[in-house]
């Protein structure tokens, strides 16, 4: 069972340049979510999603995108990078219903640098 | 808006010995509350999800506790080892259906062998 995983692991961009990172899980679970985590800070929600098709923004949105259309993707959009989404970003999804919210599980990150 | 405190920063400790972290909370109406481990280089691992309703949570070595009155929770690790050594940080959920948690900056532990 893979559970989250992230690609790519690494990545270099020059200031302008945009790029998709890509989410996807395999445990069925219809939420789904993108932190970024700078030194020093606690993790930021940038966006989550309840389900396929529906996205909303979180803490941190501005200067990105994502998109669900199955509920196993989740892929996060940097369309114009900038040296302040020089960054960790994680992807995180968890199952709730019934009342009943269960643990988050997320992957192993994304480190990006903006040049 | 929810703040998550966590203290001491950073914490060294010989083997076997057993240790509490801290992490402390602004808005005591929160819908659950999780403790997770990340390693270096590495993602976030759940320990425990202790839900508003209880006080207590128990897996293997780890206890986690709820104080939601006094917007307050202990993560309490017996017999620590070396593998224990890693950041760990709290994250109260404020209301479910949205799922948006709010982290700590996490207490970085270091178990001396």
């Known amino acids: 069972n893979a559970g989250v995983t992230q690609t790519p692991k690494f990545r270099i961009l020059k200031i302008g340049q945009s790029m998709t990172l890509q989410c996807t899980q395999d445990?069925?679970?219809?939420?789904m979510y993108w932190y970024r985590q700078d030194p020093g800070m606690g993790l930021k929600l940038i966006y989550y999603?309840?389900?396929?098709?529906?996205?909303d923004k979180g803490e941190v949105p501005n200067g990105y995108n994502v998109s669900r259309s199955t509920t196993e993707d989740f892929p996060l959009r940097l369309e114009l990078a900038a040296p302040s989404q020089t960054s960790v970003y994680f992807c995180?999804?968890?199952?709730?219903?019934?009342?009943?919210?269960?643990?988050?599980?997320f992957g192993d990150g994304t480190r990006l640098s903006i040049l | 808006k929810q703040e998550v405190t966590q203290i001491p920063a950073a914490l060294s400790v010989p083997e076997g010995e057993n240790l509490v972290l801290n992490c402390s909370f602004t808005?005591?109406?929160?819908?659950?509350l999780q403790w997770f481990r990340q390693d270096p280089g590495k993602g976030l691992t759940s320990l425990l999800l202790?839900?508003?309703?209880?006080r207590e949570q128990t897996s293997g070595r780890l206890n986690a506790s709820l104080d939601k009155s006094s917007g307050r929770s202990t993560l309490y690790i017996a017999a620590s080892q070396p593998g224990d050594s890693a950041t760990y940080l709290c994250?109260?959920?404020?209301?479910?259906?949205?799922?948006?948690?709010?982290f700590g900056t996490g207490t970085r532990l270091t178990i001396i062998p």
């Open positions: 995180a999804s968890s199952y709730s219903e019934g009342g009943r919210a269960q643990p988050q599980h």
């Open positions: 202790i839900q508003s309703s209880q």
């Open positions: 445990m069925n679970h219809n939420y």
């Open positions: 808005d005591s109406a929160i819908y659950n």
């Open positions: 999603s309840v389900g396929a098709g529906i996205t």
């Open positions: 994250a109260p959920l404020l209301n479910f259906g949205n799922e948006k948690l709010t």
